[in-house]
């Protein structure tokens, strides 16, 4: 695969929702995965150029590498409930298009290869790895400052705690000697302080997300961190705040007035639903900064250490992500709609699950 570079940052590439609701682009009838490659390639040229410089896949592979993922990701969520507490977790891998699920019971490996999935035979299910997460979540007011997160890691079947450079004692001693201890540079959100060209609160900018019934979702902390000024698009009021929350989430939707209309796209890619993505599968961002960046999901469930608070339940990414495009929406090449923009590092970009953002203020996805 081709290595990752910056993308080029441009005022006209517009986020998420921001395109969909500016441009007002109509959805085909036809969806994603009817097209053929060149169709495929024709219909989302910023997609697909995207996903050949970050993953190293033509059209084609992109094309074939999403029906496959929808497969897996199926797959995975019919395990999930049928393995019952042996169920350990799950990962696909872009290279091979393989399924893999971890199991407690090596009788239920069985079950796993029938179903299309490698099956592997791990110590710990996934409720015992999340019941450790929860338990540092639960005291993580006393975690040293050193310390910049933790998730369960399906494919180490181990709890990882992230710590800054030298300073993996501390973690140690804070999370005790049954974690893996990995150093990782310091997280930050990616909201900017400069004006810009996909939506502004005041002077700061951040990013559209996906378009819901009434408007948009972003990030929480492009409320927050602002201070929650005047809501513009190139200087036209675009809506309200309808909601936020951050730290201990980072989500937020805005309430579009009457010159805008919401609509079902990501880009030019039509949002088909929400189902998440299975840890390994191919994603894809845009954002007002970096435009369209992909890359693979990795650890699910993770709580991160922001300057500004702790925020949990975030999805882990190997996607580029740059200031300014907090809030910009995550999707699969098939169009299922994953989540917004948190923040990150250098070499991770965390989102927030759009299910949840969904639940929490009783929101319903456009479908382009």
Not at 81 to 95: M, N, P, R, V, Y
Not at 287 to 297: F, K
Request: charged share 15%; net charge neutral.
């Amino acid at each position: 695969m081709t290595a990752r570079k910056v993308a080029r940052t441009s005022g006209v590439v517009l986020a998420a929702a921001a395109l969909a609701i500016l441009n007002g682009m109509p959805g085909s009838a036809q969806p994603a995965s009817t097209d053929s490659a060149p169709a495929f390639e024709a219909a989302h040229p910023g997609l697909v150029s995207a996903m050949q410089r970050d993953l190293g896949l033509d059209a084609a592979e992109a094309r074939t590498l999403m029906v496959k993922q929808d497969a897996a990701t199926a797959t995975e969520d019919s395990l999930r409930t049928s393995l019952g507490s042996s169920f350990a977790g799950a990962w696909f891998d872009i290279s091979t298009a393989k399924l893999t699920v971890a199991v407690t019971d090596a009788a239920d490996a069985a079950e796993v290869k029938s179903a299309g999935a490698e099956a592997t035979v791990v110590a710990r299910s996934a409720a015992q790895l999340d019941a450790k997460v929860a338990q540092l979540d639960a005291v993580e007011k006393s975690a040293p400052a050193s310390v910049t997160g933790w998730y369960a890691d399906s494919r180490t079947n181990s709890v990882v705690v992230t710590a800054l450079p030298g300073k993996t004692a501390e973690a140690t001693a804070f999370a005790g000697s049954d974690v893996r201890v990995v150093e990782a540079d310091a997280p930050t959100t990616f909201a900017n302080i400069k004006g810009g060209d996909a939506y502004n609160i005041g002077s700061s900018r951040c990013s559209a997300g996906l378009s819901v019934n009434g408007g948009f979702v972003t990030a929480g902390h492009c409320r927050v961190l602002t201070g929650g000024g005047a809501l513009t698009r190139n200087g036209t009021a675009l809506g309200t705040w309808g909601g936020a929350s951050f730290p201990g989430n980072d989500y937020a939707w805005v309430r579009t007035n009457s010159s805008w209309t919401p609509q079902g796209l990501v880009g030019s890619v039509r949002v088909t639903g929400t189902t998440a993505a299975a840890t390994g599968a191919a994603v894809c961002k845009s954002g007002s900064t970096t435009g369209w960046t992909c890359g693979t999901v990795g650890a699910k469930n993770q709580t991160v250490r922001y300057a500004e608070g702790a925020v949990s339940g975030l999805t882990a990414t190997s996607v580029l992500c740059q200031a300014g495009d907090s809030g910009g929406g995550f999707i699969t090449s098939a169009g299922q709609g994953q989540g917004v923009v948190s923040g990150g590092n250098t070499a991770t970009c965390y989102f927030n699950p759009v299910g949840e953002i969904l639940s929490a203020y009783g929101l319903t996805i456009v479908r382009g």
